[in-house]
C-alpha cells in the first residue's frame, strides 16, 4: 500500500507569529555553516510525478517516480538515469552512503544496493513483520531506521486519512525503529509526532503537538528519550522539517514553505506554491534546500543558505514574500544587491489595524475560511465552536440569544436561513463601507440574497457551490458527443445511455447520487413556489427521474456503487488518491465530468495564473443540464456568515468579515465566483482562457439554492431501495416534507 495514499490540501496562506521561550534553543540552533556552497541546480521534471526522493551525503540524488521507477542522478540534477529494479520504492532515507527505502509491492523496510555505490536491482530485506497503512517519513540515523507511520489494523484497512487541515489530527501515528543490521524493531512511544529529520550532522529531530502546543524535539538516539524541546507559540501543524544552519523549515498547507530562525525564532513565509506534503518531499544538501512539486512534478531547488547563514531564495519561485513575511513590489536579492521582480499576478493582503479580541464563530462544518490568515492580518483570534446537525436545536439556540457566539456560519440551503432573516436574528452589515463595496460588486443574485427585503445586509457570502459539466472538445468530437446534448437531463441521460458499456480509452466521471441531488433542487425550483404555496412533487417529471435514479443504486453503499449508466474515478481509482490527480483530471481519457466547480478547481493547489492553468487548459464547461429546453438559469449554493446580534463584541465580529472581505481571494480556500467585475478573478486566473470564461459566465447566470426542507435525511430514498415502501409512498414522503417546510 502506498506511503502517500490520501490527503487533502487546503488553502496556502502566509501569517506571521511569535516564539515562545525555551532553555533548549542554544543548544538546537547552533551550526556550523561554513562548509555550505550553493550548488547550481536544474529542477528534475517527472512525467508521472515524484513518490519519494533523498539527497545522499554525498550529493546523489535518487528518485522514485509515479512511474514506479528508480532514477538516480549527481547532485546539480542534470541527465537522471533509471535504474532497473523489480519493485516499487518509496519513503527513501540515507546513511553513510547506502539507500534505504520502502518497498510497496513486498511491504518491507529494504536496503537498495550491497554498499554505497549506486543502488541496484539487488536488494537486502530488512524489516518485514510490521504493516503499515500509510508511511508519513523514513529517515536513517546511528544505525537505525526510523518509520512515522499510521500502522494497518483491522478497523483502518479502508480509512482516508486527511493531512493538511489547520490543527493537529492524532491518526494513530507512531515511530518504529528498526535494526538495520538485525531487523528487529520497536516504537519509540512519542505520539502526536507530525514530522522528523535527521541533519547532516547526525542529530535525529521530531515534530509533534502536546499540550495545545507545537514542539521541535532533538532526540538522544542512544539513550532513546527526548534530549532537547523547543516550542514555538501558534506554531503551524507542519506536515514535514528540515533542521539545518540554524532554521527550522518546514510545510504548512496553511502557510506554504517557512523557515523559523532558532535562535531568536523570527519566522518567514518564503513561498505560497511549494506543496510539500510528507517529510520525503523536503531534502537539504550543505545549504541547498529541495523540494518535491507535486503540482509542477519535479524537484526543484527554493532556497540557500550561504557559509554566514543568510538564506537567498531561487529567483525562479513563484510568489515569495518580503523578509518581514508580508507581500511586497519587489524583494532585495542579498548578494547582488538587485531586485528580482515578483510575479505580476501575486494576490494582496489588505494591511490592517491591529486588535487583540476573540471573536467566536460557530458552524455546523469546518470553517470555510483561514482562522490564521485573519490573525495574521488583524491580530483577532478565532475560538471555533461546532454546532449540531440538529436544525431546530440551532433555532433554539439563535432565539434564546446566545451572547458567547461572535459570528454563525451556514449553507443557504439550510431553511433556517429563511427564519434568521425573517425574525432579524443578525447585525445589520450596512455600517460597513467595505462589506457593503464588495457585496454591491457581486451578481446581482448574490446581493439580493446578502440582502433583506428590508434593505439590511445580513450577511456576508463565503463561497458558492454549483455543479457543472467538465468536458475535453476533442474527445467528444471522437466519440459523437455534442454539447448541445448534454444540455437537458434528458439529453444526457441519453447520452449515457448510447456510451454504456463503452470499454476503449475514454470514459465520463459522474456520481449519481450527486447528480440525483442536483436534479432535485433544480425541481423544487422550477417547479415549485414557496412564497405561493404551490409545491408539488406528485407529478409525472419527478417520478419518471426518481424512478430512474432511485432503482440505480444503493445511497449506502459507497461510491462504487453507482448507477450502471455512470461512471466515477472511485470506481477506477487504485492506490493513492491525490488532489487533482485522480483520473477524471487525465485530459487524455476523460469524455465529460459533472461535479462542483470545486471538485477540479484545486484552489489550494494554485496562488497565481500560471499555476491555475493546470486545471484549466484544455478544458470547457457548460452549466448542470436543465430539466426543461431553454432554461438557461443554473443553480448555485452559499455558505455565508453572518453577525450575531446578541454578540457582546459586535463591532469586533463586523470588523472580522471585514477582513475577510477585503482578502476573501486568500482567506477562503475554495474557488470565489461571487463578484461580477472580471478584474477582481486576474490575480488568481488568466481571465482569457476559454475555460475560466465559460466558469465566470456559468455562475453569472445562475440563481441562489434556498433551503425550505427541514428533513435533509432523505431516508425516504434509502426505505424504497430497501423495499420498505413504494414509490409513490416515497413521493409522498418528499411532498409532507417540503409542505411541512411552509408552515415551520
Excluded at 3 to 14: D, Q
Excluded at 126 to 143: C, K, P, Y
Excluded at 356 to 364: G, I, M, N, P, Y
Excluded at 612 to 640: C, D, K, M, N, V
Aim: hydrophobic share 35%.
Amino acid at each position: 500500500m502506498k506511503g502517500k495514499k490520501f490527503f487533502v490540501l487546503f488553502a496556502a496562506i502566509f501569517f506571521i507569529v511569535g516564539c515562545g521561550k525555551d532553555s533548549g534553543r542554544k543548544e538546537i540552533a547552533d551550526a556550523d555553516c561554513s562548509g555550505y556552497e550553493v550548488v547550481d541546480f536544474v529542477s528534475i521534471p517527472m512525467e508521472d510525478g515524484v513518490e519519494a526522493f533523498i539527497v545522499r551525503e554525498d550529493g546523489t540524488i535518487l528518485c522514485s517516480g509515479g512511474d514506479e521507477k528508480l532514477y538516480v542522478c549527481e547532485g546539480t540534477g542534470e541527465n537522471p538515469q533509471e535504474i532497473p529494479s523489480s519493485s516499487f520504492y518509496g519513503n527513501l532515507c540515507a546513511e553513510d552512503g547506502v539507500f534505504y527505502a520502502y518497498d510497496y509491492k513486498n511491504l518491507a523496510v529494504v536496503q537498495l544496493g550491497e554498499d554505497s555505490g549506486l543502488p541496484e536491482i539487488h536488494t537486502r530485506g530488512i524489516q518485514s513483520l510490521v504493516a503499515f497503512h500509510t508511511i508519513r517519513n523514513m529517515v536513517a540515523s546511528d544505525g537505525k531506521i526510523y518509520v512515522l507511520a499510521i500502522p494497518l489494523t483491522e478497523e483502518n484497512t479502508e480509512d482516508f486519512y486527511s493531512f493538511g487541515i489547520e490543527r493537529f489530527e492524532d491518526y494513530g501515528e507512531q515511530v518504529y525503529c528498526i535494526d538495520v543490521a538485525s531487523g528487529e524493531s520497536h516504537t519509540l512511544g512519542l505520539a502526536h509526532i507530525t514530522a522528523e529529520y535527521c541533519s547532516e550532522d547526525g542529530r535525529l529531530f521530531f515534530y509533534g503537538w502536546q499540550e495545545e502546543q507545537y514542539y521541535l524535539y532533538e532526540y538522544d538516539t542512544k539513550k532513546e528519550k527526548i534530549a532537547q524541546k523547543l516550542s514555538f507559540d501558534s506554531m503551524g501543524n507542519l506536515l514535514n522539517i528540515v533542521v539545518e544552519g540554524g532554521y527550522l523549515f518546514g510545510f504548512d498547507p496553511s502557510e506554504g514553505l517557512l523557515g523559523i530562525d532558532l535562535k531568536n525564532g523570527e519566522k518567514t513565509v518564503w513561498s505560497s506554491d511549494v506543496y510539500a506534503m510528507f517529510g520525503n518531499d523536503l531534502q537539504f544538501y550543505r545549504g541547498n534546500l529541495f523540494v518535491n512539486d507535486i503540482a509542477a512534478k519535479e524537484i526543484r531547488q527554493v532556497l540557500v543558505v550561504d557559509t554566514q547563514g543568510e538564506i537567498r531564495e531561487r529567483q525562479d519561485v513563484l510568489d515569495p514574500a518580503v523578509a518581514d513575511g508580508t507581500i511586497g513590489d519587489a524583494k532585495e536579492d542579498k548578494d547582488s544587491g538587485s531586485t528580482v521582480e515578483l510575479p505580476e499576478h501575486t494576490p494582496s493582503v489588505t494591511e490592517w489595524p491591529k486588535r487583540t479580541e476573540t471573536v467566536t464563530v460557530a458552524s455546523a462544518a469546518y470553517l470555510p475560511f483561514s482562522a490564521r490568515e485573519i490573525k495574521r492580518i488583524c491580530g483577532m483570534r478565532t475560538k471555533e465552536v461546532e454546532l449540531p446537525v440538529d436544525l431546530e436545536a440551532i433555532v433554539t439556540e439563535l432565539m434564546a440569544g446566545n451572547p458567547d457566539v461572535d459570528i454563525y456560519v451556514f449553507p443557504l440551503v439550510w431553511p433556517l436561513t429563511q427564519r434568521i432573516k425573517e425574525l432579524g436574528l443578525y447585525a445589520p452589515l450596512n455600517d460597513s463601507g467595505i462589506i457593503s463595496d464588495h457585496i454591491g460588486k457581486c451578481f446581482d443574485y448574490v446581493t439580493a440574497a446578502a440582502t433583506n427585503g428590508n434593505g439590511d445586509i445580513w450577511m456576508l457570502p463565503m463561497y458558492e457551490y454549483a455543479q457543472v459539466t467538465w468536458y475535453i472538445p476533442e474527445n467528444m468530437e471522437k466519440l459523437g458527443v455534442t454539447p448541445e446534448e448534454l444540455g437537458t437531463v434528458d439529453g444526457y441521460l441519453a447520452v449515457l445511455e448510447r456510451l454504456h458499456g463503452e470499454t476503449g480509452k475514454y470514459r465520463y466521471y459522474n456520481q449519481a447520487s450527486v447528480f440525483w441531488n442536483q436534479c432535485d433542487a433544480l425541481y423544487d425550483m422550477v417547479y415549485n413556489d414557496y412564497e405561493s404555496g404551490q409545491v408539488n412533487f406528485d407529478t409525472e417529471r419527478y417520478r419518471s427521474l426518481a424512478e430512474f435514479f432511485w432503482t440505480g443504486w444503493d445511497r449506502y453503499s459507497g461510491l462504487q456503487a453507482n448507477h450502471p449508466w455512470f461512471f466515477n474515478a472511485e470506481q477506477q481509482q487504485t492506490g493513492e488518491h491525490r488532489a487533482g490527480k485522480t483520473p477524471d483530471f487525465d485530459r487524455n481519457s476523460v469524455i465529460f465530468k459533472t461535479d462542483h466547480v470545486s471538485s477540479h478547481l484545486y484552489k489550494e493547489l494554485f496562488s497565481v495564473p500560471e499555476q491555475s492553468r493546470i486545471f484549466l487548459e484544455g478544458w470547457r464547461a457548460i452549466p448542470f443540464p436543465s430539466l426543461e429546453t431553454g432554461q438557461e438559469t443554473g443553480l448555485a449554493s452559499i455558505h455565508y456568515a453572518y453577525v450575531n446580534p446578541y454578540s457582546k463584541q459586535k463591532n469586533a465580529a463586523v470588523e472580522y468579515l471585514e477582513v475577510i472581505a477585503a482578502n476573501q481571494n486568500r482567506i477562503v480556500g475554495l474557488p470565489v465566483f461571487f463578484r461580477e467585475d472580471v478584474e477582481y478573478y486576474e490575480e488568481l486566473y488568466d481571465t482569457s482562457m476559454p475555460a475560466f470564461q465559460d466558469i465566470y459566465g456559468i455562475y453569472k447566470n445562475s440563481a441562489v439554492k434556498y433551503g425550505y426542507s427541514w428533513d435533509l435525511s432523505m431516508e425516504y430514498i434509502t426505505d424504497y431501495q430497501r423495499g420498505l415502501i413504494t414509490l409513490d409512498e416515497a413521493i409522498e414522503r418528499r411532498q409532507k416534507i417540503a409542505v411541512t417546510g411552509l408552515y415551520e
